[in-house]
């Protein structure tokens, strides 16, 4: 179900493969990132991350500025989630049987959850810790 890691790397290549993708929005060419789904089958657990950054982007790997890599340091900490160097952790989340997806609200549908999320976050000591 989990491919291993030589499948997302390209032929002859050392670097990962970039998850950098153009959307059309409004007439115009986006740059964006893609979801990381596998083709079949359930998830241990799915991520639904905010509209990446362009330091992300740029890159071509989700959560790459200071604050992103913080996510990343977290996960392994906690052994979630467990990436040697040179990959970058978004190559390794199929293999680990996790997901990642983009939120798409609207702004309205934005604050609400971020107020959602706030009264909650006192509950997220993991993260904290």
């Given amino acids: 179900m989990f491919g ?3 499948e ?3 032929a002859g290549s050392v670097l990962p493969v970039s998850h950098q993708v153009t959307i059309r929005v ?4 986006v740059v964006t990132l893609r979801d990381i789904l596998p083709a079949e089958g359930p998830m241990k657990m799915l991520m639904i991350a905010k509209t990446p950054t362009l330091t992300s982007v740029d890159a071509g790997h989700y959560f790459q500025g200071r604050e992103g890599r ?3 340091n977290r996960l392994s900490d906690h052994g979630l989630l ?3 160097p040179p990959t970058f952790e978004d190559d390794a ?3 680990h049987g996790y997901g990642l997806t983009k ?3 609207t702004t309205a549908t934005s604050r609400r959850m971020t107020s959602i999320a706030m009264a909650y976050s006192a509950s997220w ?3 904290k810790s």
């Fill in 82 to 84: 467990n990436v040697l």
């Fill in 103 to 105: 939120s798409r609200v």
């Fill in 70 to 72: 913080m996510f990343w």
């Fill in 125 to 127: 000591t993991w993260w």
């Fill in 26 to 29: 409004g007439g115009h060419d």
């Fill in 8 to 10: 997302r790397y390209r």
């Fill in 93 to 95: 989340l199929l293999d």
């Fill in 4 to 6: 291993p890691y030589s």
